[in-house]
């Protein structure tokens, strides 16, 4: 078995059982039997269960978190709506798991702040680049005047990430849509809206 695929394999172990257990409710056996290689193979791919976890973080943004990125990108749609459908997008795959599990990166980043500088450090790269596409989106909504402009781009742009975060959790909580019903509501029917000209 190649190097690589080994190396593939126990990053999509861990991200199975990070995302379903959390960092400290699973061990390396664990990550290794669902991977099906042998429990010494892994520290020839990973120096600790932490490198895993950093590992991991990249490889969720890259293939799973990222995969819904292009909506947002889409320039012959208006921003407003890139944003709706961007949410809405991730809101679907919350349904459709049955509200179980949530985002991998708030997850992570509630239980391993304080644990892990290597895993806090990808983290806070994730949160820059999520920030920084939600950002020009919002830009493109200011020039067309769709979104105020009397808060700063990269201001909204946090402030989403951390409510849609929030938002995750209460529908984990819940087991249902309703949070993301409020985030919409406030978000696209207040928040985002220019100030009313007299």
């Known amino acids: 078995m190649a190097k690589s695929n080994v190396r593939e394999k126990l990053i999509e172990a861990g991200l199975e059982n990070l995302h379903r257990c959390g960092f400290n409710g699973c061990g390396v056996q664990q990550i290794t039997e669902t991977a099906g290689v042998p429990k010494g193979s892994f520290y020839n791919h990973f120096e600790s269960k ?12 890259r293939e799973r978190a990222g995969s819904t990125l292009p909506i947002l990108a889409e320039t012959g749609a208006p921003p407003v709506d890139r944003l709706r459908r961007y949410f809405a997008a991730m809101a679907a795959k919350m349904e459709k798991r049955g509200y179980a599990g949530g985002c991998l990166i708030g997850n992570l980043g509630a239980e391993l702040s304080d644990q892990s500088e290597l895993v806090r450090d990808g983290l806070n790269v994730i949160f820059a680049r999520w920030t920084e596409v939600i950002e020009s989106c919002i830009r493109d909504g200011q020039r067309a005047c769709e979104i105020r402009a009397d808060f700063d781009a990269s201001v909204l742009a946090s402030f989403l ?14 087991k249902n849509g309703a949070p993301f019903d409020e985030f919409y509501e406030v978000v696209f029917q207040k928040l985002l809206l220019p100030p009313s000209t007299p």
Do not use: D, N, Q, T
């Open 50 to 61: 932490e490198a895993l976890g950093a590992a991991v973080v990249e490889h969720y943004w």
């Open 161 to 174: 990430i951390s409510a849609w975060e929030g938002a995750i959790l209460r529908a984990k909580v819940a």
